[in-house]
Protein backbone atom coordinates (compact mmCIF):
# COMPACT_ATOMS: atom_id res chain seq x y z
CA UNK A 1 0.00 0.00 0.00
CA UNK A 2 1.17 3.98 -0.46
CA UNK A 3 0.53 5.51 2.78
CA UNK A 4 0.79 9.30 3.24
CA UNK A 5 3.74 10.96 4.62
CA UNK A 6 3.40 13.88 6.94
CA UNK A 7 2.15 16.84 6.35
CA UNK A 8 0.80 14.58 3.67
CA UNK A 9 -2.93 13.90 4.65
CA UNK A 10 -5.24 10.92 3.49
CA UNK A 11 -6.00 7.66 4.46
CA UNK A 12 -3.43 4.49 3.07
CA UNK A 13 -4.20 3.37 -0.27
CA UNK A 14 -4.00 -0.57 -1.23
CA UNK A 15 -2.27 -0.87 -4.49
CA UNK A 16 -5.34 -3.34 -5.92
CA UNK A 17 -4.62 -2.63 -9.36
CA UNK A 18 -2.12 -2.62 -11.56
CA UNK A 19 -1.25 -0.08 -12.91
CA UNK A 20 -1.59 2.36 -10.06
CA UNK A 21 -2.21 5.61 -11.68
CA UNK A 22 -1.48 8.74 -9.14
CA UNK A 23 -2.97 11.78 -10.49
CA UNK A 24 -5.78 14.59 -10.84
CA UNK A 25 -7.77 12.87 -12.93
CA UNK A 26 -11.26 11.73 -11.37
CA UNK A 27 -10.67 8.04 -11.89
CA UNK A 28 -6.99 7.55 -10.76
CA UNK A 29 -6.30 5.48 -8.10
CA UNK A 30 -4.93 7.64 -5.99
CA UNK A 31 -7.14 10.90 -7.09
CA UNK A 32 -5.04 14.28 -6.04
CA UNK A 33 -6.70 17.54 -7.05
CA UNK A 34 -3.73 19.83 -6.20
CA UNK A 35 -1.09 22.44 -8.19
CA UNK A 36 1.14 21.17 -10.29
CA UNK A 37 -0.47 17.37 -10.83
CA UNK A 38 -0.95 16.29 -13.92
CA UNK A 39 -4.29 14.29 -15.07
CA UNK A 40 -2.12 11.05 -14.84
CA UNK A 41 1.03 11.75 -13.14
CA UNK A 42 2.64 8.45 -11.87
CA UNK A 43 2.31 5.19 -12.18
CA UNK A 44 2.66 2.34 -9.65
CA UNK A 45 3.51 -1.03 -11.37
CA UNK A 46 3.66 -4.84 -9.84
CA UNK A 47 5.60 -7.18 -11.80
CA UNK A 48 6.63 -10.46 -10.94
CA UNK A 49 10.15 -8.94 -9.35
CA UNK A 50 8.37 -6.44 -7.44
CA UNK A 51 7.08 -2.49 -7.76
CA UNK A 52 7.97 0.05 -10.20
CA UNK A 53 7.59 3.39 -10.41
CA UNK A 54 6.53 4.80 -13.65
CA UNK A 55 6.65 8.84 -14.32
CA UNK A 56 5.07 9.61 -16.99
CA UNK A 57 7.03 11.92 -19.39
CA UNK A 58 6.84 15.46 -19.26
CA UNK A 59 5.60 16.17 -16.15
CA UNK A 60 6.48 19.23 -14.25
CA UNK A 61 7.52 18.98 -11.67
CA UNK A 62 8.93 15.77 -12.10
CA UNK A 63 8.48 13.21 -8.84
CA UNK A 64 11.10 12.22 -7.12
CA UNK A 65 11.51 9.01 -5.06
CA UNK A 66 13.57 9.00 -2.16
CA UNK A 67 14.29 12.94 -3.07
CA UNK A 68 15.80 12.23 -6.79
CA UNK A 69 14.39 13.00 -9.93
CA UNK A 70 12.70 9.88 -11.77
CA UNK A 71 13.24 9.92 -15.56
CA UNK A 72 11.97 5.98 -16.34
CA UNK A 73 11.18 2.93 -14.96
CA UNK A 74 12.74 2.83 -12.02
CA UNK A 75 12.44 -0.70 -9.44
CA UNK A 76 11.20 0.42 -5.85
CA UNK A 77 11.49 -1.11 -2.36
CA UNK A 78 9.55 -0.99 0.56
CA UNK A 79 10.40 2.21 2.86
CA UNK A 80 10.80 4.13 -0.60
CA UNK A 81 9.35 7.44 -0.52
CA UNK A 82 7.89 8.99 -3.46
CA UNK A 83 7.08 12.72 -4.04
CA UNK A 84 4.60 13.64 -6.27
CA UNK A 85 4.89 17.51 -6.10
CA UNK A 86 6.65 19.39 -3.16
CA UNK A 87 5.19 19.00 0.00
CA UNK A 88 2.71 15.72 -1.24
CA UNK A 89 4.66 12.17 -0.90
CA UNK A 90 3.50 8.82 0.08
CA UNK A 91 5.60 5.54 1.12
CA UNK A 92 5.29 1.93 -0.33
CA UNK A 93 4.77 -0.46 2.54
CA UNK A 94 5.43 -3.75 0.95
CA UNK A 95 5.86 -5.69 4.01
CA UNK A 96 9.07 -6.99 3.40
CA UNK A 97 11.99 -5.94 5.75
CA UNK A 98 12.91 -2.35 5.06
CA UNK A 99 16.60 -2.26 3.23
CA UNK A 100 19.83 -1.32 5.33
CA UNK A 101 20.70 2.22 4.18
CA UNK A 102 24.17 3.85 4.65
CA UNK A 103 24.28 7.46 5.27
CA UNK A 104 24.72 9.61 2.88
CA UNK A 105 25.78 13.45 3.33
CA UNK A 106 22.88 15.58 2.19
CA UNK A 107 24.16 18.52 0.45
CA UNK A 108 20.97 19.98 0.06
CA UNK A 109 17.33 20.62 1.72
CA UNK A 110 15.61 18.32 -0.56
CA UNK A 111 12.64 16.40 0.91
CA UNK A 112 13.62 12.99 1.66
CA UNK A 113 11.52 11.28 4.07
CA UNK A 114 12.95 7.63 3.55
CA UNK A 115 11.69 4.88 6.51
CA UNK A 116 14.28 4.19 8.98
CA UNK A 117 17.27 7.18 7.85
CA UNK A 118 17.76 9.85 10.65
CA UNK A 119 19.11 13.40 10.35
CA UNK A 120 22.26 13.73 11.11
CA UNK A 121 21.93 16.69 14.15
CA UNK A 122 25.78 18.18 13.68
CA UNK A 123 25.02 18.75 9.74
CA UNK A 124 22.18 20.44 10.41
CA UNK A 125 23.41 22.63 12.87
CA UNK A 126 26.18 23.21 10.45
CA UNK A 127 23.68 24.20 7.76
CA UNK A 128 21.47 26.13 9.94
CA UNK A 129 24.72 28.26 11.03
CA UNK A 130 25.76 28.71 7.21
CA UNK A 131 22.03 30.12 6.90
CA UNK A 132 22.19 32.29 9.46
CA UNK A 133 23.36 36.36 9.55
CA UNK A 134 24.70 37.98 6.71
CA UNK A 135 24.04 35.13 4.28
CA UNK A 136 20.81 35.85 4.46
CA UNK A 137 20.41 38.52 1.83
CA UNK A 138 22.96 36.98 -0.52
CA UNK A 139 20.24 33.57 -0.22
CA UNK A 140 17.50 36.36 -1.55
CA UNK A 141 19.56 37.10 -4.53
CA UNK A 142 20.23 33.81 -4.90
CA UNK A 143 16.70 31.85 -4.63
CA UNK A 144 15.43 35.31 -7.29
CA UNK A 145 18.27 34.06 -10.09
CA UNK A 146 17.79 30.69 -9.63
CA UNK A 147 13.49 30.84 -9.88
CA UNK A 148 14.18 33.39 -13.25
CA UNK A 149 16.14 30.78 -14.75
CA UNK A 150 13.88 28.28 -13.87
CA UNK A 151 11.12 30.19 -15.73
CA UNK A 152 13.49 30.48 -18.61
CA UNK A 153 13.96 26.72 -18.89
CA UNK A 154 10.39 26.25 -18.40
CA UNK A 155 9.36 28.39 -21.59
CA UNK A 156 12.11 26.99 -23.65
CA UNK A 157 11.56 23.29 -22.94
CA UNK A 158 7.59 24.26 -23.62
CA UNK A 159 8.86 26.00 -26.88
CA UNK A 160 11.34 22.95 -27.45
CA UNK A 161 8.60 20.29 -26.78
CA UNK A 162 5.94 21.83 -28.46
CA UNK A 163 7.72 22.09 -31.60
CA UNK A 164 9.32 18.47 -31.24
CA UNK A 165 5.54 17.14 -31.06
CA UNK A 166 4.72 18.62 -34.06
CA UNK A 167 7.32 17.38 -35.96
CA UNK A 168 6.96 13.99 -34.63
CA UNK A 169 3.02 13.42 -35.44
CA UNK A 170 4.34 13.77 -39.33
CA UNK A 171 7.53 11.24 -38.46
CA UNK A 172 6.71 7.52 -38.83
CA UNK A 173 7.71 5.42 -36.02
CA UNK A 174 11.13 3.75 -36.15
CA UNK A 175 11.34 0.10 -37.21
CA UNK A 176 11.96 -1.16 -34.01
CA UNK A 177 9.29 1.03 -32.26
CA UNK A 178 6.32 0.23 -35.18
CA UNK A 179 7.66 -3.56 -34.20
CA UNK A 180 6.58 -2.89 -30.65
CA UNK A 181 3.71 -0.84 -31.41
CA UNK A 182 2.16 -3.90 -33.31
CA UNK A 183 3.11 -6.39 -30.79
CA UNK A 184 1.44 -4.17 -28.43
CA UNK A 185 -1.70 -3.49 -30.58
CA UNK A 186 -2.17 -7.61 -30.83
CA UNK A 187 -2.64 -7.87 -27.09
CA UNK A 188 -4.58 -4.88 -27.00
CA UNK A 189 -7.28 -5.64 -29.79
CA UNK A 190 -7.47 -9.05 -27.95
CA UNK A 191 -8.40 -8.25 -24.97
CA UNK A 192 -11.07 -5.77 -26.52
CA UNK A 193 -12.52 -8.07 -28.43
CA UNK A 194 -12.60 -10.65 -25.42
CA UNK A 195 -14.63 -7.57 -23.73
CA UNK A 196 -17.21 -7.42 -25.80
CA UNK A 197 -18.14 -10.66 -25.78
CA UNK A 198 -18.14 -10.58 -21.71
CA UNK A 199 -19.91 -7.45 -22.33
CA UNK A 200 -22.59 -8.85 -24.76
CA UNK A 201 -23.21 -11.86 -22.37
CA UNK A 202 -23.77 -9.61 -19.48
CA UNK A 203 -20.89 -9.82 -17.77
CA UNK A 204 -19.93 -6.26 -16.58
CA UNK A 205 -17.44 -6.35 -14.48
CA UNK A 206 -15.33 -8.82 -16.29
CA UNK A 207 -15.56 -7.03 -19.82
CA UNK A 208 -14.64 -3.96 -17.87
CA UNK A 209 -11.11 -5.57 -16.60
CA UNK A 210 -10.59 -6.84 -19.96
CA UNK A 211 -11.37 -3.03 -21.60
CA UNK A 212 -9.00 -1.68 -18.71
CA UNK A 213 -6.17 -4.11 -19.94
CA UNK A 214 -6.67 -3.27 -23.90
CA UNK A 215 -5.57 0.02 -22.68
CA UNK A 216 -2.97 -0.54 -20.14
CA UNK A 217 -0.91 -2.67 -22.64
CA UNK A 218 -0.05 0.30 -24.53
CA UNK A 219 -0.23 3.06 -21.79
CA UNK A 220 2.29 1.23 -19.55
CA UNK A 221 4.56 0.79 -22.02
CA UNK A 222 7.56 3.12 -23.40
CA UNK A 223 5.75 4.28 -26.36
CA UNK A 224 2.93 5.68 -24.65
CA UNK A 225 4.13 9.19 -24.76
CA UNK A 226 4.62 9.09 -28.83
CA UNK A 227 2.79 12.26 -30.10
CA UNK A 228 2.39 9.59 -32.79
CA UNK A 229 1.15 6.20 -30.36
CA UNK A 230 -1.08 9.18 -27.83
CA UNK A 231 -3.76 9.85 -30.22
CA UNK A 232 -4.25 5.59 -30.69
CA UNK A 233 -4.59 5.25 -27.21
CA UNK A 234 -7.29 7.91 -27.31
CA UNK A 235 -8.84 5.66 -30.01
CA UNK A 236 -8.78 2.69 -28.38
CA UNK A 237 -10.84 4.39 -25.34
CA UNK A 238 -13.25 6.25 -27.81
CA UNK A 239 -14.05 2.88 -29.30
CA UNK A 240 -14.70 1.17 -25.85
CA UNK A 241 -17.01 3.93 -24.91
CA UNK A 242 -18.84 3.10 -28.31
CA UNK A 243 -18.84 -0.46 -27.73
CA UNK A 244 -20.77 0.62 -24.57
CA UNK A 245 -23.26 3.27 -26.23
CA UNK A 246 -24.06 0.86 -29.48
CA UNK A 247 -25.57 -1.78 -26.32
CA UNK A 248 -27.36 1.14 -24.68
CA UNK A 249 -25.45 0.40 -21.35
CA UNK A 250 -23.84 3.42 -19.14
CA UNK A 251 -20.27 4.28 -20.45
CA UNK A 252 -18.17 4.02 -17.65
CA UNK A 253 -16.38 7.21 -16.63
CA UNK A 254 -12.69 7.01 -17.92
CA UNK A 255 -14.38 6.42 -21.23
CA UNK A 256 -16.97 8.52 -21.14
CA UNK A 257 -15.43 11.58 -22.54
CA UNK A 258 -12.86 9.74 -24.67
CA UNK A 259 -12.71 11.15 -28.78
CA UNK A 260 -10.84 9.60 -32.05
CA UNK A 261 -9.26 11.53 -33.69
CA UNK A 262 -7.40 8.40 -35.76
CA UNK A 263 -8.61 4.92 -36.56
CA UNK A 264 -6.38 2.10 -35.10
CA UNK A 265 -7.20 0.08 -37.87
CA UNK A 266 -4.62 1.85 -39.86
CA UNK A 267 -1.91 0.92 -37.54
CA UNK A 268 -1.52 -2.49 -38.98
CA UNK A 269 -1.03 -3.69 -42.39
CA UNK A 270 -4.11 -6.02 -43.75
CA UNK A 271 -3.42 -9.19 -45.80
CA UNK A 272 -6.46 -8.79 -47.70
CA UNK A 273 -8.57 -5.66 -48.61
CA UNK A 274 -12.16 -4.92 -47.48
CA UNK A 275 -13.13 -6.03 -50.99
CA UNK A 276 -10.91 -9.18 -50.89
CA UNK A 277 -12.28 -10.15 -47.81
CA UNK A 278 -15.64 -9.62 -48.70
CA UNK A 279 -15.20 -11.52 -51.97
CA UNK A 280 -13.68 -14.77 -50.22
CA UNK A 281 -15.92 -14.50 -47.17
CA UNK A 282 -18.83 -14.78 -49.72
CA UNK A 283 -17.31 -17.39 -51.96
CA UNK A 284 -17.18 -19.50 -48.44
CA UNK A 285 -20.85 -18.90 -48.05
CA UNK A 286 -22.05 -19.89 -51.67
CA UNK A 287 -20.47 -23.13 -51.07
CA UNK A 288 -21.37 -23.69 -47.53
CA UNK A 289 -25.06 -23.58 -49.24
CA UNK A 290 -24.67 -25.95 -51.88
CA UNK A 291 -22.82 -28.61 -49.31
CA UNK A 292 -25.14 -28.33 -46.46
CA UNK A 293 -28.53 -26.73 -47.96
CA UNK A 294 -28.57 -23.95 -45.24
CA UNK A 295 -26.81 -20.49 -45.41
CA UNK A 296 -24.19 -19.53 -43.10
CA UNK A 297 -25.67 -16.72 -40.47
CA UNK A 298 -23.99 -13.61 -39.80
CA UNK A 299 -24.76 -12.01 -36.88
CA UNK A 300 -22.70 -8.71 -36.94
CA UNK A 301 -20.88 -6.84 -39.08
CA UNK A 302 -19.29 -2.86 -38.65
CA UNK A 303 -19.59 -2.71 -35.10
CA UNK A 304 -17.26 -0.16 -33.07
CA UNK A 305 -14.86 -2.87 -32.37
CA UNK A 306 -14.96 -3.67 -36.05
CA UNK A 307 -14.60 -0.29 -37.42
CA UNK A 308 -11.51 0.62 -35.25
CA UNK A 309 -9.74 -2.50 -35.13
CA UNK A 310 -10.17 -3.85 -38.85
CA UNK A 311 -11.79 -1.18 -40.91
CA UNK A 312 -15.05 -0.94 -42.83
CA UNK A 313 -15.89 -4.57 -44.25
CA UNK A 314 -12.96 -5.69 -41.92
CA UNK A 315 -14.55 -8.39 -39.73
CA UNK A 316 -17.80 -10.46 -39.53
CA UNK A 317 -19.10 -12.59 -36.41
CA UNK A 318 -20.85 -15.53 -36.12
CA UNK A 319 -22.71 -16.25 -32.97
CA UNK A 320 -25.44 -19.69 -33.17
CA UNK A 321 -26.25 -22.14 -31.63
CA UNK A 322 -27.38 -24.57 -34.26
CA UNK A 323 -24.58 -25.94 -36.36
CA UNK A 324 -22.84 -28.96 -36.09
CA UNK A 325 -19.31 -29.85 -34.86
CA UNK A 326 -18.78 -30.81 -38.75
CA UNK A 327 -20.52 -27.50 -40.27
CA UNK A 328 -18.12 -25.28 -37.65
CA UNK A 329 -14.76 -27.62 -38.83
CA UNK A 330 -16.02 -27.01 -42.57
CA UNK A 331 -16.28 -23.14 -41.98
CA UNK A 332 -12.63 -22.61 -39.91
CA UNK A 333 -11.02 -25.03 -42.33
CA UNK A 334 -12.35 -23.42 -45.86
CA UNK A 335 -12.05 -19.42 -44.19
CA UNK A 336 -8.09 -20.53 -43.18
CA UNK A 337 -7.56 -21.95 -46.48
CA UNK A 338 -8.87 -18.86 -48.22
CA UNK A 339 -6.19 -16.79 -46.14
CA UNK A 340 -9.06 -15.35 -43.66
CA UNK A 341 -8.40 -15.68 -40.11
CA UNK A 342 -11.09 -17.44 -37.90
CA UNK A 343 -11.04 -16.83 -34.28
CA UNK A 344 -13.24 -18.93 -32.24
CA UNK A 345 -14.28 -17.24 -28.46
CA UNK A 346 -16.66 -20.74 -28.25
CA UNK A 347 -13.70 -22.09 -25.68
CA UNK A 348 -13.44 -19.20 -23.41
CA UNK A 349 -13.86 -20.58 -19.59
CA UNK A 350 -15.62 -17.30 -18.25
CA UNK A 351 -18.21 -17.78 -21.49
CA UNK A 352 -18.55 -21.93 -20.87
CA UNK A 353 -18.77 -21.25 -17.02
CA UNK A 354 -22.03 -18.47 -17.54
CA UNK A 355 -23.61 -20.99 -20.16
CA UNK A 356 -23.25 -23.75 -18.06
CA UNK A 357 -24.63 -22.15 -14.97
CA UNK A 358 -28.06 -20.39 -16.97
CA UNK A 359 -28.40 -23.94 -18.17
CA UNK A 360 -28.49 -25.66 -15.12
CA UNK A 361 -30.79 -22.67 -13.63
CA UNK A 362 -32.98 -23.67 -16.26
CA UNK A 363 -32.36 -20.40 -17.76
CA UNK A 364 -31.47 -21.96 -21.76
CA UNK A 365 -32.34 -18.17 -23.29
CA UNK A 366 -29.45 -16.83 -21.26
CA UNK A 367 -27.00 -19.76 -22.29
CA UNK A 368 -25.67 -17.71 -25.23
CA UNK A 369 -24.36 -18.88 -28.28
CA UNK A 370 -23.12 -22.35 -28.88
CA UNK A 371 -20.16 -21.03 -31.25
CA UNK A 372 -19.10 -17.68 -31.67
CA UNK A 373 -16.60 -17.38 -34.68
CA UNK A 374 -15.38 -14.33 -35.58
CA UNK A 375 -13.36 -14.12 -39.15
CA UNK A 376 -11.11 -11.01 -40.24
CA UNK A 377 -8.94 -10.02 -42.80
CA UNK A 378 -5.56 -10.04 -40.59
CA UNK A 379 -4.30 -13.48 -41.92
CA UNK A 380 -0.96 -13.11 -40.12
CA UNK A 381 -2.45 -12.13 -36.50
CA UNK A 382 -2.01 -14.62 -33.63
CA UNK A 383 -3.94 -14.68 -30.31
CA UNK A 384 -4.82 -17.34 -28.18
CA UNK A 385 -8.36 -17.20 -30.02
CA UNK A 386 -6.92 -17.85 -33.56
CA UNK A 387 -7.53 -21.09 -34.68
CA UNK A 388 -4.45 -23.35 -36.21
CA UNK A 389 -4.11 -26.41 -38.10
CA UNK A 390 -6.19 -29.30 -36.08
CA UNK A 391 -8.58 -27.09 -34.48
Not at 313 to 338: F, H, K, P, Y
Not at 355 to 369: C, E, N, P, Q, V
Request: charged letters at 20%.
Amino acid sequence: MLVPVAPTQGAPRSIALTPFWIGSAPDSALPLQLPGVAARHVAVMEREDGFYLSPVANVYPAPLLNGRSVSGLTRMQNGDVIQIVPGVAWRLETGEPLPVEVAEEDEGDAFVPVAGRSGNKKKKKKRKARRSGGGRGRSIAVWGAVLALVALVVVAGIVVYRGATSESQMTPLSDRDAALFDSLLLVSYDHMERGSTLLDMGLSDQALQEFARSTNVVETSRLRDNPWVKPRIAALEATIGEIYRTRSINVPAQYRDAKATVSTASALKAQLSAADFAARFGAMQTRFAAQFHRDVVVTGRDHPEHLSLYGKGGAIDMRVNDLSREQVQWIVATCRAAGIRVKDFSTDSVLQAQIASAIKAGLADRAGTGVHLHVDRFADRHDRWTTGPGS
